[in-house]
């Protein structure tokens, strides 16, 4: 069978040496910043995409996705240990996570949340490895108009799912698509916007706009209210749950992966959303809804697995076509195409070894997941104790050592600066950066297929609705705009947000 | 009249912004529907941006102001700060006083810190860096540079 023989590709690739150290520096990276809170897993992948450059291409993305999902594992240990959910998609996990381990039962709810995770990892996984390649085989056959209306698709999408303002997410887009066509123009080599920087012939780096928007901005939102930590951890003893307890989270792990993989492939922030969808479907379902909230270990089994899974098959969209769905794999693409790898359906083709390599490590990451944190969770706890004002200053001369390093060039660090006070300006203003990025990474790839749609069809805009993929695409992007603005629709993406934050 | 001038500022910046990519991109050549030029786009786009500017601005009027929540201007200035010094030193001074400064100033943006941890700070992770990056991954940066090599 094909499947079979790619994911044996894969496993050759991800079982080398290297790549499994760079998967286990990734994984680990991740399960220290998910503990970690004020350091999320996009500040930290746009902090080191520099960093990245210096590796072969397989490697870095192999990083770059353990750091990815090894946050969403590490944000469930503070979770249920302290109450603190390290990372926004693992906010459900406190709710029924922290009563558990007030009840002494800490060791139970950490052991779910690991071996849920595990088992809806190696699921989404298979859900990758199954789905991806048919559907880059769909993708090959579109043509510039299919491209431009996905992608189209895609950054409605984001506008939609970002929180705040739609005019405004609306708006950071096509700021984003206009920062992304600085530079020398393509086809007639004419410089566009570069305001006479030979520095911005070859247009704004995307490391500039990820360290910048993103890792500088975090840095100064978290040091506008300071506020002392005041650890009480409780003690871990017995990890293993009994088996009642194991009886009880078998149908909700298999819920949460069931959600988690669907929800996923949303563009988005698909693992926040299916984490609450899982605990809302289970306590839905539940006999006694009314031990939720007060320590029920269905509330920790199926959204730890939700997460886990839709961290995992956010990638399928990435991977097979090209379009990034959340901040991580925009910055994914940027560092695929800093490598000289033209991102989208060719790579399942062209880059076997690559496409499977990161495929399989993703399970092997998960693994090492599971190895990582059960045993040594006293560790991870301890580390909640460094304080931050050694931790950012850290972070921000590992960026600017990594920014330097790719071109030699100090207008690279300037412009981190540029773009540093410009993200914390709109933050401040209610603009969110994430469908900034999206447009900048989709920017230039909308102008091509736009221009070669129109060159296809002679000057005529009709060639997006004639051609049924593409129309599609369209009616699909209107359908989610439209539920987006519709007032019911957004007041329960509020509630959803206000209770994620 | 209330108004929510946190919104029609960012309506304004979005209007000017627009502008600006309209003005820098006038002398580009157009080109006709069926050969886009490399000025077909932007201005599409910004005028795009102009529009959802306004929108934003005028829905801001006649609603209660939003607070935008605390600010503190000392991590703004010190993290920004930062990278620059970084850039401004690197070739000059080398790596190692240069990251010493870099981290030194970053540090600062801190509410928490004082002169002495700062520079505690500052001196151990810029060994460990150099540690790291020089020694560790043999990245080719000069520790000292010609400013001081004299």
């Given amino acids: ?501 | 009249m209330r108004v929510n001038w946190k919104d029609t500022a960012t309506g304004g910046i979005f209007i000017l912004i627009g502008i600006w990519f309209i003005f820098e991109g006038y002398g580009l050549e157009r080109g006709t529907l069926s050969r886009m030029g490399p000025g077909f786009f932007s201005p599409v786009l910004s005028a795009i941006l102009i529009l959802l500017g306004a929108f934003i601005a005028l829905r801001s009027l006649g609603v209660e102001p939003d607070p935008i929540g605390p600010v503190s201007w000392r991590a703004v200035l010190f993290t920004c700060a930062a990278p620059i010094v970084f850039g401004a030193t690197i070739t000059g001074l080398g790596l190692a006083p240069a990251l010493v400064l870099t981290v030194f100033c970053a540090a600062l943006a801190s509410r928490r810190m004082t002169l002495a941890r700062a520079a505690a700070v500052s001196v151990s992770l810029a060994a460990f860096c150099i540690a790291l990056f020089s020694y560790g991954l043999g990245l080719p940066m000069p520790l000292i540079g010609p400013w001081l090599a004299g």
């Fill in chain 1, 1 to 501: 069978m094909d499947s079979l023989q790619n994911l044996g590709l894969g496993f050759s690739v991800a079982l080398q040496p290297a790549k499994l150290l760079y998967c286990f520096l990734g994984t680990l990276v991740g399960t220290l910043i998910g503990v970690l809170p004020g350091i999320g897993p996009t500040a930290t992948i746009a902090m080191l995409l520099p960093l990245t450059f210096t590796l072969d291409p397989t490697a870095a993305l192999i990083m770059m996705a353990g750091i990815y999902y090894g946050a969403q594992y590490g944000g469930s240990t503070t979770a249920i240990l302290i109450n603190l959910p390290g990372e926004s998609s693992s906010a459900v996990t406190a709710l029924d996570g922290y009563q558990m381990a007030r009840q002494g039962r800490a060791g139970p709810a950490l052991a779910t949340a690991a071996l849920g995770s595990f088992f809806a990892g190696t699921v989404a996984t298979l859900v990758v490895a199954v789905a991806a390649p048919p559907l880059s085989t769909v993708a090959l056959k579109f043509g510039p108009p299919e491209y431009f209306s996905l992608m189209v698709l895609g950054l409605v999408a984001s506008v939609v799912i970002a929180s705040g303002s739609v005019a405004k997410a609306l708006a950071m887009v096509v700021l984003g698509i206009l920062l992304g066509l600085v530079g020398t123009d393509r086809y007639t080599a004419t410089p566009r916007f570069t305001m006479g920087f030979f520095e911005l012939a070859d247009g704004i780096e995307i490391i500039s706009i990820a360290v910048g928007m993103f890792g500088l901005t975090e840095i100064m939102r978290n040091l506008q209210n300071e506020t002392t930590r005041d650890v009480m951890v409780t003690r871990v003893t017995g990890l293993m749950p009994s088996r009642d307890d194991l009886r009880a989270i078998v149908a909700p792990v298999l819920r949460g992966t069931v959600i988690g993989s669907a929800l996923g492939i949303l563009p988005g922030g698909g693992a926040v959303l299916s984490s609450f969808a899982a605990y809302m479907v289970e306590k839905k379902i539940s006999k006694t809804p009314e031990r939720f909230g007060k320590g029920a270990i269905e509330g920790v089994a199926a959204p730890e697995s939700a997460n886990n899974a839709a961290a995992q098959t956010s990638f399928i969209p990435m991977l097979t076509l090209g379009l990034p769905i959340n901040a991580v794999s925009a910055l994914m693409i940027g560092a695929m195409i800093m490598q000289g790898i033209v991102p989208g359906p060719n790579i399942v083709v062209e880059q076997p070894t690559l496409f499977w390599g990161v495929i399989v490590s993703m399970w092997i990451g998960n693994l090492m997941l599971v190895l990582l944190n059960l045993p040594l969770v006293g560790i991870w706890v301890k580390l909640l104790s460094v304080p931050y004002y050694v931790l950012f200053p850290a972070i921000m001369a590992f960026s600017t050592i990594g920014v330097f390093s790719v071109n030699s060039n100090s207008f690279d660090l300037y412009s981190i600066s540029v773009f540093g006070l410009l993200g914390y300006l709109l933050i401040k203003l209610g603009c969110e950066p994430v469908p900034l990025l999206l447009g900048f990474v989709l920017g230039p790839m909308l102008e091509d297929q736009l221009r070669r749609s129109m060159i296809l069809s002679r000057g005529s805009a009709a060639i997006f609705v004639d051609r049924p993929i593409s129309l599609t695409f369209l009616i699909i992007a209107l359908v989610v705009f439209c539920m987006g603005v519709i007032p019911s629709i957004r007041q329960k993406r509020e509630e959803v947000f206000s209770e994620a934050d």
